[in-house]
């Protein structure tokens, strides 16, 4: 009996449960659409493209302005005719109601995800939404590079930025924002100093505190200082570039190679003079030094101490690449150094590394620097101006070829300092001629890839 009321009782709570849902599907009612005409994922592919370049093209798409563009440009000469194209709404399930493409020289046809388009001829894309109402439009752009993107393109910025007579040393370096050309002329220090966004408008810059044997070649920064050697082996430092105070150091310092990079961000690489005994050692500001052992066999008097081109290395793409590349230069014993060596610190020790002859006769008075995630080399053999480069931080050399060659205008020249900027630019500035003068020109390149962005 008890069952049988339990049945009674769950079969009227289940009528009465219903009955509101009989009632309300008795009502129509308006079904809503969405408004949202926007194309949220959008690519192309062609079974012409058998590089696959077009699978991995990122499309940008900017709703606010509506455009659709690859930012990263397409290889040079690279062409396809035709595309299919794969676009998608806010969601699988809310596709959009009808897709227009607008190609030059035909009629505005409807996309189908099959069908093939003129990829060179779109110009526009325009969306309704699937309320069937609302609607949007993208303007369409296929960027591909113009020009081969590996040319290095130049100018010359500047000639005769300084005109003082009797010039026999200078160098140029960048600083808090800054070009700054130091120079010696008649036993006297002197200096001129440009925006380092510019580098065709020079200012006389007021020197202090440096004597006129300093080292130019030995200039060197840091992070937030300046530091020079003269020829006595003390150390100058300046904040500012132009105000310079002598350093006071428990040693003789006979080189400074540039910041050793590390994962503690790197201190200053130099060799000491330790009671006539030279020794590597690490130093923040010359007051304190940390000596470092070479871990291999090599001996120390095989660095170059003076007149060499060091450039530091901290790849963003490898944890492992932390250097200190050196070039040319003369040793303690005054001959000169025909190697690239490839510094690294090892658990505390000096790791030392001899790059592959490069095929160049000498490295005297060539100039390092790193640009497009390359080192390069500038050198200056038999009366040419050549650039060399290693796509492997120093390990092996190869001719940057006629596509990256300096310009035929470009007077030859040896000594020349080179600086690399965040806009991609290369700054060349001086040097001294075949005929022994000091040159005082400005030259700025950039690679085709880069002007183009």
């Known amino acids: 009996m008890n069952s049988k009321y339990f049945l009674w009782t769950l079969a009227i709570i289940i009528n009465m449960l219903l009955l509101p849902s009989c009632l309300d599907s008795s009502e129509a009612r308006e079904v809503e659409y969405s408004a949202d005409a926007q194309i949220y994922t959008f690519s192309i592919s062609s079974k012409s493209d058998t590089s696959n370049i077009l699978n991995s093209t990122i499309f940008t798409i900017d709703q606010v302005n509506g455009k659709i563009f690859n930012k990263e440009l397409l290889p040079y000469k690279f062409h396809i005719?035709?595309?299919?194209?794969?676009?998608?709404?806010?969601?699988?399930?809310?596709?959009?109601?009808?897709?227009?493409?607008?190609?030059?020289?035909?009629?505005?046809?409807?996309?189908?995800?099959?069908?093939?388009?003129?990829?060179?001829?779109?110009?526009?894309?325009?969306?309704?939404?699937?309320?069937?109402?609302?609607?949007?439009?993208?303007?369409?752009?296929?960027?591909?590079?113009?020009?081969?993107?590996?040319?290095?393109?130049?100018?010359?910025?500047?000639?005769?930025?300084?005109?003082?007579?009797?010039?026999?040393?200078?160098?140029?370096?960048?600083?808090?924002?800054?070009?700054?050309?130091?120079?010696?002329?008649?036993?006297?220090m002197g200096a001129v100093s440009s925006s380092s966004n510019d580098g065709a408008n020079w200012t006389t810059a007021n020197i202090s505190g440096l004597p006129p044997n300093v080292l130019l070649?030995?200039?060197?920064?840091?992070?937030?200082?300046l530091y020079i050697l003269?020829?006595?082996?003390?150390?100058?430092?300046s904040t500012d570039g132009f105000t310079w105070s002598m350093t006071d150091t428990d040693f003789p310092i006979i080189a400074n190679y540039g910041i050793l990079p590390s994962d503690n961000n790197g201190k200053s690489l130099?060799?000491?003079?330790?009671?006539?005994?030279?020794?590597?050692?690490?130093?923040?500001?010359?007051?304190?030094?940390?000596?470092?052992e070479i871990e291999s066999n090599t001996n120390i008097s095989e660095f170059p101490v003076r007149d060499f081109s060091s450039i530091s290395i901290?790849?963003?793409?490898?944890?492992?690449?932390?250097?200190?590349?050196?070039?040319?230069?003369?040793?303690?014993?005054?001959?000169?150094?025909?190697?690239?060596?490839?510094?690294?610190?090892?658990?505390?020790?000096?790791?030392?590394?001899?790059?592959?002859?490069?095929?160049?006769?000498?490295?005297?008075?060539?100039?390092?620097?790193?640009?497009?995630?390359?080192?390069?080399?500038?050198?200056?053999?038999?009366?040419t101006n050549s650039l060399y480069y290693s796509d492997n931080f120093g390990l092996e050399w190869k001719s940057a070829g006629e596509n990256q060659s300096?310009?035929?205008?470009?007077?030859?020249?040896?000594?020349?300092?080179?600086?690399?900027?965040?806009?991609?630019?290369i700054w060349i500035f001086g040097g001294v001629s075949g005929t022994q003068t000091q040159l005082d020109d400005v030259w700025r390149g950039k690679l085709n890839k880069f002007a183009q962005d």
Not at 217 to 225: H, I, K, R, V
Not at 270 to 292: G, R
Not at 322 to 351: F, H, M, P
């Open 81 to 188: 005719d035709s595309v299919t194209i794969n676009l998608r709404g806010s969601s699988t399930y809310s596709s959009l109601n009808n897709v227009t493409l607008s190609v030059s020289g035909s009629e505005d046809v409807v996309w189908s995800q099959s069908d093939s388009v003129g990829i060179n001829n779109l110009y526009r894309i325009t969306t309704t939404a699937p309320d069937g109402k609302t609607t949007k439009k993208y303007d369409f752009q296929l960027n591909v590079h113009d020009k081969d993107p590996y040319i290095l393109s130049w100018e010359k910025i500047s000639d005769g930025y300084y005109i003082t007579p009797n010039i026999t040393d200078q160098t140029t370096v960048s600083y808090n924002n800054r070009f700054i050309t130091y120079f010696i002329a008649n036993e006297a």
């Open 217 to 225: 070649s030995s200039l060197n920064a840091s992070e937030d200082a």
């Open 230 to 237: 003269d020829e006595t082996n003390r150390v100058f430092n």
């Open 270 to 292: 130099v060799i000491i003079d330790d009671n006539n005994t030279y020794k590597f050692a690490q130093t923040d500001d010359f007051s304190d030094f940390s000596f470092m």
């Open 314 to 383: 901290n790849s963003s793409t490898s944890h492992a690449i932390k250097y200190i590349i050196i070039a040319g230069g003369l040793k303690a014993d005054n001959t000169a150094n025909n190697y690239i060596w490839i510094i690294q610190e090892r658990n505390g020790k000096i790791s030392d590394l001899k790059s592959k002859k490069m095929g160049v006769s000498s490295l005297t008075e060539s100039t390092l620097f790193f640009y497009d995630n390359n080192t390069y080399l500038l050198t200056n053999s038999s009366g």
């Open 406 to 425: 300096l310009p035929t205008e470009m007077e030859f020249r040896k000594k020349a300092s080179v600086i690399t900027d965040n806009n991609n630019n």
